[in-house]
């Protein structure tokens, strides 16, 4: 079992960065993936970003390729989710997720632990 705990979030201007991070209790976080999903007052939630247990493989949404980057640190048993120049589209509560896979997934359903959420809201 894992539990996880976002923090990070709150409201930046366009062109902004925030540095979201997700605590994970438990051993072994390293034999976990991770993901972080997000999603939108009406919308469902989405796919952002995904990374191995080991940390050295990762997978992006195309609409944030090369603004966000995943990463973790195992010793720490944390994740992060680095967020450069936010756009007003990015706005959405962040959630971190977790599940025992080999190889990173995409896929909310594909995740049993969640993490509550933090709010992200970007001004235009």
Known sequence: QVQ????????????????LS???????FSHYIM????????KEREFVATISGSGD???????????????RD?????????????????????YCAADQYIAPLTTASGYDYWGQGTQVTVSS
């Open 4 to 19: 996880l705990v976002e923090s990070g979030g709150g409201l930046v201007q366009a062109g902004g960065s925030l540095r």
């Open 22 to 28: 997700c605590a994970a209790s438990g051993r072994s």
């Open 35 to 42: 993901g972080w999903f997000r999603q939108a007052p009406g």
């Open 57 to 71: 493989s990762a997978f992006y949404a195309e609409s944030v390729k090369g603004r966000f980057t995943i990463s």
């Open 74 to 94: 195992n010793a720490k048993n944390t994740g992060y989710l680095q967020m450069n120049s936010l756009k007003p589209a990015d706005t959405a509560v962040y």
